[in-house]
Structure formats: structure tokens, C-alpha cells
């Protein structure tokens, strides 16, 4: 099992910045893709930005290429999520997940949320 616990979140200005940090426990953190997603009221989850960690590939949603950054550090067994230019379609609950690649496809663990407010 991996435990997820996300933190970071809180009410920002549009064109503002904020850092997600992803804390994570249990199996072994480096050998796990990871990735942050969000969802807005009303709407589905989407995908925000994934890093592999075999290759150490990193992938983002056409809306947040360029804005935002994942990072992980692997001694410290968690994942950042930079956030810069910040607009206010960002504001949603944002999760943090992980997979096993040699095991699933699927990201089978998830964090409890952080909320992220952008006002305009």
C-alpha cells in the first residue's frame, strides 16, 4: 500500500503561484509513476501532469503546459506540483496519485485532495 497526503492548497490571486507537495508513505515511493489531477464543481476529474519514473518523463494537460511543473524528490518521498499564472479555471480540488507501472496501468492510489482557489 501507498499512503498519499497532499498539502499546499489555499486562496490565490489570478497570475499567482502556488506549490502542492504530495507526501508519500509506505512501498517504495521511487519506483512509482506519479501523477496530480483536479476537479472542478460540476466536473470530472481530469489529468493536470504525470512523471515516470524510469524514464523521469514528465507529461501536462494542454491547459497547464507551460505554467505548471511536477517534481519529485524521491529522498524525501514526495511530489511537487508548481504552479505559476495562476487563473481561475484552475480552482478545483487537486489529488495526487500513484501507480505501479509493473503492476497497473491504472493509478490505484490517491491522495485525499487539497483545494486550490483562484480568484479572478
Known amino acids: 500500500q501507498v499512503q498519499l497526503v497532499e498539502s499546499g492548497g489555499g486562496l490565490v490571486q489570478a497570475g499567482g503561484s502556488l506549490r502542492l507537495s504530495c507526501a508519500a508513505s509506505g512501498r517504495t515511493f521511487s519506483r512509482f509513476d506519479m501523477g496530480w489531477f483536479r476537479q472542478a464543481p460540476g466536473k470530472e476529474r481530469e489529468f493536470v501532469a504525470g512523471?515516470?519514473?524510469?524514464?523521469?518523463?514528465?507529461y501536462y494537460a494542454d491547459s497547464v503546459k507551460g505554467r505548471f511543473t511536477i517534481s519529485r524528490d524521491n529522498a524525501k518521498n514526495t511530489v511537487y506540483l508548481q504552479m505559476n499564472s495562476l487563473k481561475p479555471e484552475d480552482t478545483a480540488v487537486y489529488y495526487c496519485?500513484?501507480?505501479?507501472?509493473?503492476?497497473?496501468?491504472?493509478?490505484?492510489?490517491w491522495g485525499q485532495g487539497t483545494q486550490v482557489t483562484v480568484s479572478s
Open positions: 496519485a500513484a501507480r505501479s507501472p509493473d503492476v497497473s496501468i491504472n493509478y490505484d492510489y
Open positions: 512523471h515516470r519514473w524510469r524514464s523521469g518523463n514528465t
